[in-house]
């Protein structure tokens, strides 16, 4: 049967499929998912959730027959086979979704632990097929799933972020996980019994680690993101463009963490940013300068400047600030939420200069 030749190829070069389909899946949700707040996006995720749910109310349902009529071993490994290749699939496409998605909006410097996290749901994806046979992980990887994405609906779908979405996301979650629960009980109660003491630990430590990242401000502020930021010697506004000035850069400035940027004595330095929202998610952002002190080892704030933003525009909202005056050494502005979230930093080094270096012209 093709069914069987199916699943003695992929057993034989399982160790070459599955990196292969990793990288590719990553590929191909970077390339072609682009907003959180388009409808063909959140489709695309609600079908994955859909394939996984039901691929694990299949095999409860498979389970529990199966022990009723004693099939054989063999028939029982070649239908966990394919429901758990299905069930497989469908998180690969969410989680590659997700770390897409979360990266786009978040500060390395401050997201990297959650990315991290991210990344071992996606990479372990290919790594814990043996597990997805087991109920309490099946639900508990579909639970996590559910959460990631409504800490990015709720706020799509009423125009703004806040404490109260987030909290509203997890309570969602976890009243869509427990009537789940209810039908995996209906149908299997025996199976769903012997797992039902871990699948409670699980869930609430799920639960309760989201909401611990999410106060420490580990988790980013999605649907907002960062599109473009740097700093300049002048900025001007040209009708819909901003004309701006910067200095010529070498190849290795790109592998520079504090590009030099020289003024003279009493010249402004501006920092230039683009936030992408979502349509009609008009919010503020904060520009927040600070300077590093070489005596005491820390930054010092510098000043903080409040931007409204309008959402919808695909290559972000544009606006800027600036300083003048700005004293030698290293510099960095923090391009923050109006509640402390960070979506990225323009670091730069100033050193002072007795004449304006050459100047390049770039539109915005």
């Known amino acids: 049967m093709i069914l069987n030749k199916f699943s003695d190829f992929y057993k034989k070069f399982e160790k070459y499929i599955s990196p292969i389909g990793l990288i590719y899946g990553f ?3 970077f390339l072609t998912l682009t907003r959180v707040d388009m409808f063909l996006e959140n489709f695309w995720i609600v079908v994955h959730l859909l394939i996984a749910g039901f691929g694990i109310l299949a095999v409860t349902l498979f389970e529990n027959r199966a022990d009723k009529k004693q099939l054989p071993e063999a028939d029982r490994e070649k239908f966990h086979f394919y ?6 699939f469908a998180f690969g496409g969410l989680f590659s979704t997700f770390f897409v998605f979360y990266m786009r909006s978040s500060s390395l410097a401050d997201s990297w632990f959650f990315l991290l996290l991210l990344l071992v749901l996606l990479v372990g994806n290919e790594l814990w097929k043996k597990h997805y046979q087991r109920l309490a992980f099946q639900v508990s990887v579909l639970f996590i799933s559910l959460y990631l994405f409504l800490v990015f609906l709720l706020p799509v779908i009423f125009h703004r972020i806040g404490t109260d979405l987030f909290l509203a996301s997890g309570i969602v979650s976890l009243l ?3 009537l789940f629960t209810l039908l ?5 109660h025996e199976n769903f019994k012997r797992h039902h003491n871990v699948l409670k630990v699980s869930i609430i430590s799920i639960f309760v ?3 611990v990242l999410y106060f420490t401000n580990v988790i980013p502020p999605i649907p907002l993101s960062l599109k473009e930021a740097g700093v300049y010697h002048t900025l001007v506004k ?6 701006v000035t910067t200095e010529t850069k070498s190849w290795l400035d790109f592998f520079t ?7 003279k004595t009493g010249d402004r330095a501006y920092v230039f940013s683009a936030i992408f929202s979502p349509v009609r998610f008009n919010t503020e952002i904060v520009h927040l300068w600070q300077h590093y002190d070489e005596v005491t080892k820390e930054w010092v704030n510098s000043g903080v400047v409040n931007l409204a933003i309008t959402g919808g525009r695909e290559g972000g909202f544009r606006t800027y600030s600036w300083q003048k005056g700005v004293k030698t050494g290293l510099w960095r502005v923090k391009v923050m939420t109006a509640s402390g979230k960070t979506l990225g930093n323009v670091k730069f080094r100033v ?6 270096p050459a100047l390049i012209t770039k539109t915005l």
């Open 27 to 29: 590929i191909f949700t």
């Open 83 to 88: 429901l758990t290749l299905i069930i497989q």
């Open 176 to 178: 869509l996980i427990f």
């Open 184 to 188: 995996l009980r209906r149908f299997s």
């Open 209 to 211: 680690l989201m909401n």
């Open 238 to 243: 040209d009708g819909s463009n901003y004309q």
């Open 257 to 263: 963490r504090y590009p030099v940027i020289h003024l």
């Open 351 to 356: 050193e002072q200069s007795t004449s304006t």
